[in-house]
């Protein structure tokens, strides 16, 4: 993991950004095809593939997830703003 | 080893002889020990178990096991079977998913009882999700919280241990009736192909309702008497890695997956997340309950001999709930065998050289017939039985095939009493793969003949996903869907949905909103990715004249795009 993942703080843009990526490349869809309001079960996303999206995530965040953040934040929207603000909050690495 | 007359009688001598020795351990997300069972608290938790299931219902009547990941499955398990009640394995329902998708099952086992963690019986949506008439629900526990006395006649060895349903949530559904003899002749068969002994720990993540958790792993290592460490499987999931610490720091002999956890376990890979992890003790790496391939083994080795993994510790295998699990296997310590094959000649069921690179197929040899069984390569359609080196459809004969599914009487018949023609009377399992064995007996499997789909180790039926996708909306018409799987840019089964829609709404609809309302509906009931979903006029999905869907000829023209597609002529 590089410094600066660890070492700079990402917006929420650059978080729905990552988020829309990952999405895109486990659905292996173009990204533009993500709509940020649309719900991950309307995408087509499964458990075993939301498992896939929240490792890249954790990765690149410096955060733990589970499961649970993607049904209690269902979509790219949502979930976004909830990422960035535990990233914000999380202690300095 | 010894004989017994079941499962029972062997946890009885083991709860007498062994009784603090480890048989179960669940391990935290973290990987720390959160539950343990000795033998002895097994059997006295199994008997408490029993003693209350025989206050409530009669032996021969079935209990739902309903459980989260943890050991109270094995306790709910050995329970059902001390107190002759048969025991249905059953997935946890996801906590959002829309409908019940277990109600074909439900209407064919008709339970009296549903088993499930004191936590979970406090779950309402669950009892909700199960609603029926007369089914009551009771809280397992792995402490034992009575001593009443009670007495429990051992099973009848031809009796039901257990149902396995084979997948089939709407349709037709087959629950495998697996006897205690099934039970006892499997565990044997495992036990020689695998080399087992008391110390071949077993590291398991793989669902104990599924029968490659329950018969390969849980009940296998309790067979021969080694620890069988279990973890979530969604722990594996998000974290692969975490299994191979486990093997490691148990320094377990055994562990299986399915092929798409050892893909996962490569696509994971962090050289600084294997620090301290040794693979050298493990002898049996078993890839089976999907199709075996080639270089997800390769990359494997590639990626993990440098941490101690031994190529000869892979070890592919074949089988199905119908043969109990197990229906052919390597040898402990011998590694896999590919051969090299002509793709194309494949597609039309024959065994030839590859013409060119392009044509080359490599084949993974799924070892051969276990101890006392038979496997057959019949044609399909004569029944006659073919030589060696010939497609046709793998058929097993063995005590580990079951004798039939529970209150199925046609698919007993066809599928669990077949009999190669010109033969002798012997009832043969058809497994509905096709394949063919080399000379020396090694089978490699190389295709279906069945519709059935599966991705990630677990079954669909085509027909459970297409009554889902013709429910969600009314253009979608009626019998006039196709589901398949077909291989993405890997190689891997991914899931393909056709639909007709109704005449009169062609000009209506939205497509992309009716896409997504079939995503949507897909992921949510089967917990499944629909990658490629195809809307076409009505009338033009392939049916036999009697109206049966023709799914592979479906599967055909997708692949070849000739599909009347909507979207073509839409305007019109």
Known sequence: ?93 | MDRFSSLVALLAERAELRASERAYIFLSDRGSEEAALTYGELQGAARALAGQLMQRVTPGDRALLVFPPGLEFMVAFFGCLMAGVIAVPMMMPRRNSARDSSAAILANCEPAIALTTSAFTLRGDLQARFARGGLQWLAVDLAATRTDHVDLPLPDTDAIAFLQYTSGSTSDPKGVAVSHTNLLANSEMIRLSLGNTSRSTYVNWVPLYHDMGLILNALQAFYVGAPCVLMAPNAFMQRPLNWLRAISTYKAEVACSPNFGYDLCVSRYRGEQMQGIDLSNWKVALNGAEPVRADTIQKFIETFAAHGFQSSAVFPAYGMAEATLLISGGQRGAGHMTRTASRAALQAHRVALPADDADAQTLVGCGRALQGERIAIVDPERLRRLPAGEVGEIWVNGPNVARRYFRNEAATINGLHARIDGEDEASWLRTGDLGFLDDAGELFVTGRIKELIIIRGINHYPQDIEQTVQRLHSSLRQNGGAAFSVPDENGEEVLAIVQEIERTERTKIDAEELKGLIREGVTDQHELFARHIELIRPGTLPKTTSGKIQRSLARKLWLDARLDLLSDKGAD
């Open chain 1, 1 to 93: 993991m590089s410094a600066r993942k660890l070492g700079t703080l990402m917006t929420e843009q650059e978080i729905s950004d990552l988020c829309v990526a990952s999405l895109a490349q486990t659905l292996r869809v173009s990204k533009d095809r993500i709509d940020t309001k649309t719900k991950f079960n309307r995408l087509g996303l499964d458990s075993a593939m939301v498992v896939y999206v929240m490792m890249e995530l954790e990765d690149k965040l410096g955060l733990e997830l589970t499961t649970d953040d993607f049904y209690d934040h269902p979509t790219v929207d949502e979930l976004a703003r909830y990422l960035a603000k535990r990233h914000a909050a999380r202690p300095a690495a």
